[in-house]
């Protein structure tokens, strides 16, 4: 069996593991193979694209994990999910939502990153590549992602807050200075989005 925690270095790689990992007789017959289901991981990981989406579906798939099992052993069994289980970190990940110890972003990152890998999960173990078969359907596209706002987690500036902004503008120079002053009054007159404001081009 294969720890979640020890077996992941502080860059988020698989290390070296055991590879007597104990036979599962109950799952498809497939009591004659020995299969980590960490390497299972490690080989939908390598077929992204960039370090940062490895480290973030990385991330993504080990929360839910760590959320099911704890810091036990992972077994192979645990790779297979139903809607019940989906509903559940689904209310988990709301919970935290609801009581701000996440936020919407990290809600939605966390759903693509799981539910991506259970994609590729049911499309490999249906065709048998790793003779084994976990799933048919994915559940996670029942879980729907939460709208993002460019205000979520912020609270109002007090009038105090405001003049010490406008008074004192980050900067390294006066030109910065200035430029990142216009752009806090700009944003506090007119109300415009955050996105729209850095956006913005000078003709």
């Known amino acids: 069996m294969f720890n979640i925690m020890q077996h992941f270095n502080g860059n988020g790689g ?7 990992y104990n036979k599962i007789d109950h799952i498809n017959s497939i009591g004659k193979e020995n299969i980590n289901p960490l390497e299972i991981i490690e080989k939908y990981l390598a077929t992204l694209n960039t370090d940062n989406t490895r480290s973030s579906y990385r991330n993504s798939i080990m929360a839910f994990f760590q959320y099911r099992i704890g810091n036990r052993d992972l077994r192979l069994e645990d790779l297979i999910v139903d809607p019940s289980d989906t509903v559940e970190y689904e209310m ?3 919970g935290q939502l609801q009581n701000g110890e996440i ?10 990153g799981i539910r991506k890998f259970y994609d590729w999960l049911q499309i490999n173990t249906t065709s048998n590549k790793f003779g084994i078969k976990l799933l048919e359907v994915n559940p996670f596209h029942a879980v729907k992602q939460v709208t993002e706002n460019d205000s979520e987690g912020s609270e109002p500036l007090t009038d105090e807050e405001i003049i010490y902004m406008l008074e004192n503008p980050y900067g390294s120079n006066p030109h910065l200075k200035d430029r990142n002053r216009l752009l806090l009054e700009l944003g ?13 081009t000078i003709d």
């Open 14 to 20: 698989l290390v070296e593991v055991n590879r007597g």
């Open 92 to 94: 988990y990940l709301k």
């Open 188 to 200: 506090m007159i007119t109300g415009i989005r955050r996105t729209a404001l850095l956006s913005a």
């Open 103 to 112: 936020k919407a972003s990290t809600f939605n990152k966390r759903i693509q």
